[in-house]
């Protein structure tokens, strides 16, 4: 800074001494550039006229006014009287603005299409103080979030005031709020009018992105015992626009399809935990025993759910279905046994598995077999023998005697042995699961009674008998045979010369020759 004095001065009063840097104090107030030192660093006297040199602090934007004093006691005129050290008048100057122009203010608007952008000073497109901005003069980014913008240069630029643009832009995505949008002029492209070109480090050329997306639902989970979903939503939830107002049953509506269990009610018997947040947790009454194909839907009520900027979500979503899990416990489907006794089919309701984690197969130990009744007994109390075809397992049966008919098998699943895909154990209480041996011992004659005068014989057998395998057709003569030994007598024909029938007992005709004396053996 040139600093000129109306006459000669000195550093001493005998009018004596050069004038050196020390002698002068600078200040700066204003601006952003500030002094390194209040001496200054250099002098160079010209006449009246003193160069003083000094170094700034940052950039200059030309608000900072440069003040020079002498120091006290420091600088004398010819007639040895000292310099004031409170000039007021030709004594500052502001310093010549060598910063760019700056971004003081960016406003988003509410709907996410647009930013107001406010520039320190006026701004040009060159650096003569002329040419108006354009879009292409911007560089927009967005960090974090979820959304972004469509591209980097705004799609419109327009001047309401030298310093004041509104830039349009395009969001793309659904804006949650943490989007944070940078305005940047692009590099040598922004100038203000001392020809400065705006920086490309700027501060207050930041927004975050409004808000204006509903709450959506992210997840439904459900609890292991069907009485709890867990609804899961993209952001902190509440009961009103108020971000305070706890969510409750009402706000809340439910639909089930599939499957055999039905909804008590279609709204959540309670709401559990603070009752807002990203997760709320929701009772859930049933009818019945869900069999693991039923889908419960959750829906938000009509104006119901809302985030913090009062946004409601949508009574139309999606990821808000789940299944319920499946109580239904494996149960016997059908049963049959094998007319030779020798296996028991037995078809479960659905897929099992010999360990909780849908894995194993099935084996012998798996099954025990009781008999009771008739005359057949078990040689093993579970099956001999296992092979399976999809929900159909073939129980080797192991027998020791011959079955009469009368047995009764029983047979069930061992405690904790059998488990369905959720890992439900089958019971060991079952239906289908008791049937009748066939019965494999031949009918035997159970009694004879001869006729006093030996005409007739009634014989008994110990079951009903028929000339058929099936099961029908009555006996005749012919299916009987006598023989006759000892004695004196003799029999006509070896077989029955007559047959009635009386349940079991079967009356037959005798043809005897000659006269018994008692020591013929008839046998049948």
Known sequence: VDVTFTEPIYSSATASGEIEAADFALSITGGTATLQSTEPTSIVANGNTYTLGFTLIGTADGKEV?????????????????????????????????????????????????????????????????????????????????????????????????????????????????????????KSSIYDTHGNASPTIQSNNTSNLQDIVAPTIDSLSISSDNDIVEVAFNEDVFGKGDATTKLDTSDFVYSLSGGSATLSKNYPSSVTGTGTGKKITLGVLL????????????????????????????????????????????????????????????TFSEKVYAKTNSTGVLDTADFVFTLTGGTAKLVKAYPDSITSTENTYNLKLKLDGVPDGSETLVFAPKENAIFDSSGNPASTTQLNNSLNLYDKAPPIISDLNLAADNSTLNITFNESVYSKADGTGDLEKSDFVFSLVGGQATLTTPFATSITKSSKTYTVGVGIKGEPNGNELLTV
């Open 66 to 186: 440069l003040k020079v004093l002498p120091v006290s006691n420091s600088i004398y005129d010819g007639g040895g009287n000292a310099a004031s050290t409170s000039q007021s008048t030709n004594n500052t100057k502001n310093l010549f603005d060598k910063a760019g122009p700056k971004i003081i203010k960016t406003t988003l608007a509410a709907d996410n299409k647009s930013a107001d952008v406010t520039f320190d000073e006026n701004v040009f497109s060159t650096s003569t103080s002329s040419g108006k901005l354009d879009k292409n003069d911007y560089n927009l980014t967005v960090s974090g979030g979820s959304a972004n913008i469509s591209s980097a240069t705004p799609l419109t630029s327009v001047e309401s005031g030298g310093n004041k643009f509104k830039l349009t832009f395009t969001v793309t995505g659904s804006p949650d709020g943490n989007e944070v949008l940078t305005i940047l002029p692009v």
């Open 287 to 346: 009818s019945g025993l869900p069999d693991g194909s039923e889908i419960i839907t959750v829906l938000p009520a009509d104006s119901a759910v809302f985030d913090r900027k009062g946004n409601v979500a949508k009574t139309t979503q999606s990821n808000n279905t789940t299944r319920l899990m499946d109580k239904v416990i494996p149960y016997f489907k059908k049963t049959s046994l094998s007319p030779s006794n020798s296996e028991v089919n037995v």
